[in-house]
C-alpha cells in the first residue's frame, strides 16, 4: 500500500524549458501519484536504452520499485521528470534522479530518457535542473556510474561545462562532477539557452504558415482585422483562416479547425472567447502547430478564475513543446520583406528599419506604432507580450542580440517577470547593441513598512534604476524620449566623447542648446584658433565664433554647409547639433538640404550629427536617402538630453569590466557558528542579531566595529563606560526601534559615571513616556569618535532584484536627503569604487575647505566586505551600518551603530 509522506512538494522547482531545436517541455518534481506514469514509461524505453541505463535488461517492475523510484524527501533524494502531453493524458518522456550518499555532501545521479526524445537537449535540461536543486540542499558534488559505450550520457556530461574527473574500470566510467559555478559553466548554460530560444522564435517570427484562428467575415472583429493585416502586409507564407461557420473570409479558404488544415502549420494566431482557448490551443498542438499567439483577453489580468485558465493554457502549451505569445497582447510584426508578417491587428504596418520593439502593453503598442511611422522611423520587428506567460523580454533580448536586421532594442516594460536573469541577458546584450527602455508604474509609493533605513531608501523605483544601470540600459522616462533616443542611435554612430559644437541661426535657441547641455553634462570645447579661421572664410562677415556659433537669421543654406563640413573634420568635438528657425517653408527646405547634403561627411568621420528646426511641431524626426538618416527635432533641449543618453551608453561600453574579488582571512566557519546559534536560540523571525552577535560577525569578516560594550542595568552602564574610558556614547539597544535619536534613545559626550547612570534612566524615562519601555533590551556604550565624515552603508533584500547594496550620506538625516547610490550584489571593485565617487558627498572625500582627504580606499574595502557577507549568508535580509565615520586617508572608518537582520 503506498505510504503517504509528509513531505511538501516543491513547486517552485517546476520547470518550463526550451529544448534546442526550439520545441519547449515542463520539467516538474517527481510526484507519489505518478506510479501509473512511471510504469508506463519504463514500458516504452527499448531494451538497449534499459540496458545503458541499469547495466542489465530487466524483464520487468514491480509496483514495490515503482513506490520506491517515485517516493522522495525533496532533499536527500530528489527526481525531477519531463512531462509531454499525448491525446488526453500526460506522459513521462524522461527522469533524472540523486540521492545523497551517506553523511558525505556528494549525491549519486542518474538520468534516462524515453528512446523517441533522444537527442534534443532534454538530459542536458534535466541535469541543469538538478544541479540547482543539489545546490540548493548542499550538495556539492554529483557521482554516477556510465556504461563505455553510452556516449549520449557521456557527452551530456562532458559538455556541460564542470570540470569532469573520469576513471575507467571494467567497461564502466565513474565519473565526479563538482558543481561549482564556474564562469565555464555559466558561458556554457547561457549558451545553451541562447541557441534554444532563438530557435523557438523562429517560428514566432518567421513562419512559413500561419493560420489565424477566429478569422470572421465580420469587419468590426479582431479575428477580421488580424487576417486582414496579415494579406495587406504581404505576407510570403500560406495563410489559413480558422472559422466553423465560413467556407472561406475574405476570398481564402477557411477551415472549420486547425486540424482539418491539409498542410503544416508553424504559427497559431487564436482570437476567439477565453473560454474556449484551451480547447483551441490543445487541438494546435494535435496538429503539430509550433508557436500560438493568443490575442484574446480574460486571463489573469481578470482575476483569480482568469489566472486559472491562463496556467491550463500554459500548461497545455509546454505538453505540447509550443512556444506562446500572451495571452491579452496585441501580435507580432516582422518587415524582413522575405516575411511581411503584420500579425497583429494595427492598421499601421510601419518601413522596413533597424529598430526592434517590445510593448507590454497592447494599448501602447497601436499607439507607438502610428508614432514611430509618423517619425520615419523604420522598424525590424515587434513584439507585444501582454501577460508574458511564456515569451517575455529575457526571450526576445536574446533573439535581437543575434538578429542582423536589429540596431536598436526598445522596451516599453510595466513590471519584471524574472528581474535577476532580465540583467544578466541585458547586459550581455546591451554590450553589443543599445537597449533603450522605459518602464511605466514608477510613481507609487514605497508601501513596505522599511525596517531599516536602507530598506527605505530602495524604493522598487530606486530599484529599477539599480537594475537598468547594471545592465547597461538607457533609461528615458517617456515615450517621446524613448524615440528620440532611438531616432538618433538608429543612424549615427556613438559619440566618442562629450563634447557638443552648436551651430544656430538665432540666438536664443543656440544660449537654451548651451544651458540644456550642461544641465546633461556635456562639454561645450571653445574653437581652436584654425577651426576658428575655417569658419570666418566661410561666413565672411564679423560674427564672434563662439561655441555655440550663431549664423544669424541672415545665414544661407550653403554657409550652413560650409560650417557644418568643417565641424564634421574638426577633431576638437564629438558631436554636431545644427539649430534652424525658419521664417518660411522654402528657406526651412534649403537649410534642411544643407544639412543632408553635409551628413556623408559626418559619416566618414564617425560622427554624430543632429538637427533641431524650431516652430515647425511635428517634423518628421528623420531625414535622409540612401539608408543614411538624420534625426531632427522639435526643441534643442530633446535633441541634447538624447544626445547625453548616446553619451552615457558609449561611456558604458567603454568601461572595463570589474571583477568579484576574493577577500583574504575571512573566518566563515566561525560567523556561521555565530549565525547558526542566534537562530537556534530564537524563534522569532525575522530576527535582529543582538549586539554582541553582531561585533562578533563582523570580526570574522575584518568589519571596523567600534567598540561596544553592553549594559542592562544603571549600574552596568556606569561600570561599562569607566572600563571604556570618558567620554562616551550611550544608546538604546532594541531590535525593533530604528530610529533611536526619536525616542531619545542617545546620549552623547558622557563624562563621568553620574552622568553615565543618568543617561541610562533618561533612556528607560523616555520610552516608558511613549509606551514603548518593553522595547528596551539594555544600552550600549562606546567610546566618541572625534572628526570624521558620516556616512551610511547597508543591503536590503528585494523580493524581486535580490540583495541590494547601499551607500551614500549617513547619520540621522540619512532617510531626508537621499544622497545615496545602490547596486545589485554581488560588488566588483569597479562598483565599489564608483559608489563612493557616485554620491553628492564626494567632494568631502576630496578633502573640502581645509579637511584632510578621506580614506576612500578603506570605504571601498567595507563595501566589498559586506558584499561578501551577504553572499555567504544569503538569510540576512536587512544590514544598516549607520553612521559609519569615514576618517582621514590611511586611518580607516568606524562603524558606529549596526543592525543586522536575518530571516
Avoid at 289 to 297: F, G, K, Q, Y
Avoid at 627 to 655: H, Q
Wanted: glycine share 8%.
Amino acid at each position: 500500500m503506498l505510504q503517504k509522506t509528509n513531505t511538501t512538494y516543491p513547486a517552485q522547482y517546476e520547470c518550463e524549458t526550451v529544448l534546442r531545436d526550439g520545441s519547449s517541455i515542463l520539467l516538474r518534481p517527481i510526484r507519489q501519484d505518478d506510479i501509473e506514469a512511471w510504469f508506463n514509461f519504463i514500458a516504452r524505453l527499448s531494451p538497449h536504452t534499459r540496458y545503458l541505463r541499469l547495466h542489465h535488461v530487466q524483464q520487468r517492475m514491480d509496483l514495490e520499485d515503482a513506490i520506491r523510484f517515485c517516493t522522495v524527501d525533496y532533499k536527500d533524494t530528489f527526481a525531477i521528470v519531463a512531462e509531454v502531453i499525448r491525446g488526453q493524458r500526460k506522459d513521462i518522456v524522461a527522469v533524472a534522479r540523486y540521492y545523497r550518499l551517506p553523511k558525505r555532501r556528494s549525491a549519486d545521479v542518474a538520468l534516462v530518457i524515453a528512446d523517441a526524445y533522444q537527442g534534443r537537449g532534454i538530459g542536458t535540461k534535466l541535469l541543469e535542473c538538478l544541479v540547482g536543486v543539489a545546490r540548493d540542499n548542499g550538495i556539492t558534488t554529483f557521482e554516477g556510474d556510465v556504461l563505455v559505450e553510452n556516449e549520449q550520457m557521456i557527452n551530456v556530461i562532458k559538455d556541460y561545462g564542470f570540470h569532469v574527473v573520469t576513471e575507467l574500470e571494467a567497461g564502466v566510467y565513474h565519473f565526479t562532477l563538482p558543481l561549482t559555478p564556474t564562469q565555464r559553466v555559466i558561458r556554457k548554460e547561457e549558451e545553451r539557452e541562447r541557441i534554444s530560444t532563438i530557435a523557438s522564435l523562429h517560428s514566432v517570427l518567421s513562419p512559413n504558415s500561419v493560420a489565424v484562428i477566429g478569422a470572421t467575415r465580420q469587419r468590426w472583429k479582431i479575428g477580421h482585422l488580424l487576417l486582414q493585416c496579415i494579406l495587406q502586409s504581404g505576407f510570403s507564407g500560406t495563410v489559413y483562416p480558422i472559422n466553423p461557420g465560413a467556407e472561406s473570409v475574405m476570398s481564402v479558404k477557411a477551415y472549420p479547425s486547425v486540424l482539418d488544415v491539409p498542410g503544416d502549420v508553424d504559427l497559431a494566431v487564436i482570437a476567439v472567447p477565453a473560454q474556449v482557448v484551451p480547447k483551441v490551443a490543445d487541438e494546435c498542438g494535435r496538429k503539430g502547430v509550433r508557436a500560438l499567439i493568443v490575442i484574446s483577453d480574460g486571463f489573469k489580468e481578470r482575476g483569480p478564475e482568469g489566472a486559472s485558465r491562463e496556467k491550463e493554457l500554459r500548461d497545455i502549451t509546454f505538453g505540447h513543446g509550443m512556444r506562446l505569445v500572451g495571452p491579452n497582447c496585441m501580435g507580432v510584426i516582422n518587415t524582413d520583406p522575405k516575411i511581411s508578417l503584420n500579425a497583429t491587428f494595427s492598421p499601421t504596418y510601419p518601413p522596413q528599419g533597424n529598430v526592434a520593439f517590445l510593448s507590454q502593453s497592447g494599448a501602447m503598442g497601436l499607439v507607438i506604432l502610428e508614432y514611430a511611422n509618423n517619425l520615419n522611423l523604420g522598424i525590424s520587428s515587434f513584439v507585444s507580450v501582454g501577460n508574458r506567460a511564456d515569451i517575455s523580454s529575457n526571450d526576445l533580448l536574446q533573439f535581437w542580440e543575434q538578429d542582423p536586421a536589429t540596431k536598436v532594442i526598445l522596451l516599453y516594460l510595466e513590471s519584471f517577470g524574472n528581474p535577476r536573469k532580465f540583467a544578466r541577458i541585458a547586459k550581455r546584450v546591451s554590450a553589443k547593441k543599445p537597449i533603450i527602455a522605459v518602464k511605466s508604474g514608477t510613481t507609487a509609493a514605497g508601501s513596505r513598512a522599511a525596517s531599516s533605513h536602507t530598506g527605505a531608501l530602495a524604493t522598487s523605483d530606486v530599484a529599477s534604476d539599480v537594475l537598468f544601470h547594471h545592465a547597461g540600459i538607457i533609461r528615458v522616462n517617456t515615450i517621446e524620449e524613448l524615440f528620440d533616443v532611438a531616432t538618433l542611435l538608429s543612424d549615427q554612430p556613438l559619440p566618442k566623447g562629450k563634447r557638443l559644437a552648436i551651430v544656430t541661426n538665432g540666438g536664443g535657441p543656440g544660449i537654451t542648446a548651451a544651458d540644456a547641455a550642461i544641465r546633461n553634462g556635456l562639454i561645450l570645447p571653445e574653437f581652436s584658433p584654425e577651426t576658428t579661421s575655417k569658419l570666418k572664410s566661410i561666413l565672411q562677415r564679423e560674427i564672434r565664433l563662439n561655441n555655440p556659433v550663431d549664423i544669424t537669421a541672415t545665414a544661407t543654406a550653403d554657409e550652413l554647409n560650409g560650417i557644418l563640413n568643417v565641424l564634421a573634420s574638426d577633431k576638437e568635438n564629438d558631436a554636431v547639433l545644427a539649430i534652424c528657425i525658419s521664417p518660411v517653408m522654402i528657406y526651412s527646405a534649403f537649410m534642411e538640404d544643407a544639412i543632408l547634403r553635409a551628413a556623408p561627411l559626418f559619416q566618414k568621420h564617425d560622427k554624430p550629427l543632429l538637427a533641431c528646426f524650431m516652430g515647425h511641431k511635428g517634423h518628421a524626426k528623420k531625414r535622409g536617402s540612401g539608408g543614411k538618416y538624420v534625426p531632427f527635432y522639435a526643441f534643442p533641449e530633446s535633441a541634447v538630453s538624447a544626445l547625453a543618453k548616446a553619451v552615457e551608453y558609449a561611456e558604458i561600453r567603454k568601461k572595463p569590466k570589474g571583477t568579484v574579488p576574493r577577500i583574504p582571512g575571512i573566518e566563515r566557519k566561525k560567523a556561521t557558528k555565530i549565525i547558526e546559534r542566534a537562530m537556534m536560540q530564537s524563534s522569532q523571525r525575522p530576527l535582529w542579531l543582538s549586539s554582541e552577535d553582531i561585533a562578533a560577525l563582523l570580526k570574522c569578516y575584518g568589519i571596523h566595529f567600534i567598540e561596544t560594550l553592553i549594559a542592562r542595568t544603571a549600574k552596568e552602564t556606569a561600570a561599562a563606560a569607566a572600563r571604556t574610558g570618558f567620554p562616551v556614547a550611550i544608546k538604546l539597544a532594541s531590535s525593533s526601534i530604528v530610529h533611536k535619536t526619536d525616542v531619545g534613545g542617545v546620549v552623547l559626550d558622557v563624562n563621568s559615571e553620574k552622568e553615565a547612570r543618568s543617561a541610562f534612566n533618561n533612556i528607560k524615562t523616555s520610552l516608558s513616556k511613549i509606551g514603548r519601555s518593553n522595547e528596551i533590551e539594555g544600552v550600549t556604550i562606546q567610546p566618541m569618535v572625534e572628526g570624521g565624515i558620516e556616512t551610511i552603508a547597508g543591503v536590503t533584500q528585494d523580493s524581486s532584484f535580490g540583495p541590494l547594496i547601499m551607500f551614500g550620506s549617513g547619520g540621522i538625516y540619512a532617510e531626508l536627503i537621499k544622497d545615496v547610490t545602490l547596486r545589485l550584489h554581488p560588488l566588483t571593485g569597479l562598483d565599489a569604487r564608483e559608489m563612493v565617487n557616485s554620491i553628492k558627498m564626494a567632494e568631502m572625500f576630496k578633502g573640502f575647505r581645509g579637511s584632510p582627504p578621506s580614506d576612500t580606499e578603506a570605504i571601498e574595502d567595507l563595501l566589498l566586505r559586506i558584499s561578501a557577507l551577504v553572499e555567504d549568508f544569503p538569510q540576512i535580509t536587512e544590514l544598516d551600518f549607520n553612521p559609519v565615520k569615514v576618517m582621514p586617508q590611511g586611518k580607516g572608518y568606524r562603524v558606529i551603530d549596526a543592525r543586522i537582520m536575518v530571516q
